[in-house]
C-alpha cells in the first residue's frame, strides 16, 4: 500500500503569500493524483486532480504539479486569503479506485 | 459532481449498544465508500459499499462490527457495533461515478461514553 506523507502539519501565513504545501508518495506512481479540501467539522471537498502525464494544473487561484520522478506533488495557493485557511489532503488511487488520503496540512492565512 | 447527506450529524452513545448511519445521494452512483475519521487524524476506508451484495472490508475492519447495506445506487448504511470509546470518531460517506473523484458527506460525530 502507499505511504503518503505531506509537509507539515501546520502552515502559517500572511494574507497575499503563497503558500506551498508537498505530498510524497513511497511506491507505485499512479494514474493520478487528488486534492481535496476540509473545512472543520465538514467532509472533504475535491479541488483538483493531476494525471501522471499532466505536469501541472491550474484553477484560479490554485496549482498544482505531479512529478512521478520525484513522487511528489505540490499544491499552490496563490493570493491566499483568509477564507483559504483549512486542512488540504493528498489522495491517492490504488487500482480499484480506492483512495489513500494523507494526513492532511493545515493552513492558517493571517489577515 | 453528487450532494451527499448523512444522518444523525452527530450522536452520543452508551457502550454496547449500536449505530446505524444512513448515507443518502441525490444522483446514481457507481461507488459508495465508508470512512473514519479519528480526532487529528487523516482519512481511513472502512469499506466500499457494494450494491446489491456484501461490502468489501479493508484490513482491519470486519463485518459483525461494521455492516454496511446498499439496497440501491443512492442509499447506503453503516451500522457501527458493540460500541466502546475507541469507536468516537467521525463517519464519512462518499461517492463516485467516473471511478476518480469522490464527493463525501458532512460527517457523522459519534462519541461513545
Known amino acids: 500500500s502507499q505511504k503518503i506523507e505531506q509537509n507539515s502539519e501546520a502552515l502559517n501565513i500572511q494574507e497575499g503569500k503563497t503558500a506551498t504545501l508537498t505530498c510524497n508518495y513511497t511506491?507505485?506512481?499512479?494514474?493520478?493524483l487528488q486534492w481535496y479540501r476540509q473545512d472543520p467539522g465538514r467532509g472533504p471537498v475535491f479541488l483538483l486532480l493531476?494525471?501522471?502525464?499532466?505536469k501541472e494544473k491550474r484553477k484560479e487561484r490554485l496549482k498544482v504539479t505531479f512529478d512521478t520522478t520525484l513522487k511528489q506533488s505540490l499544491f499552490h495557493i496563490t493570493a491566499s486569503q483568509p477564507a483559504d485557511s483549512a486542512t488540504y489532503l493528498c489522495?491517492?488511487?490504488?487500482?480499484?479506485?480506492?483512495?489513500?488520503f494523507g494526513a492532511g496540512t493545515t493552513v492558517t492565512v493571517r489577515a | 459532481s453528487a450532494v451527499i447527506s448523512q444522518k444523525p450529524s452527530r450522536d452520543i452513545c452508551q457502550r454496547g449498544t449500536s449505530l446505524t448511519i444512513q448515507c443518502q445521494v441525490d444522483?446514481?452512483?457507481?461507488?459508495m465508500f465508508w470512512y473514519r475519521q479519528q480526532p487529528g487524524q487523516s482519512l481511513t476506508l472502512i469499506a466500499t459499499?457494494?450494491?446489491?451484495?456484501?461490502?468489501?472490508?479493508e484490513s482491519g475492519f470486519v463485518i459483525d462490527k461494521f455492516p454496511i447495506s446498499r439496497p440501491n445506487l443512492t442509499f447506503s448504511t453503516l451500522t457501527v457495533s458493540n460500541l466502546s470509546p475507541e469507536d468516537s470518531s467521525i463517519y464519512l460517506c462518499?461517492?463516485?461515478?467516473?471511478?476518480?473523484?469522490?464527493?463525501f458527506g458532512p460527517g457523522t460525530r459519534l462519541l461513545v461514553l
Open positions: 493531476i494525471r501522471e502525464n499532466e
Open positions: 511506491n507505485y506512481s499512479p494514474a493520478y
Open positions: 444522483s446514481q452512483v457507481t461507488m
Open positions: 489522495a491517492l488511487p490504488s487500482n480499484d479506485y480506492k483512495l489513500s
Open positions: 462518499s461517492a463516485g461515478s467516473s471511478g476518480e473523484t469522490q464527493y
Open positions: 459499499a457494494n450494491q446489491g451484495s456484501e461490502a468489501t472490508y
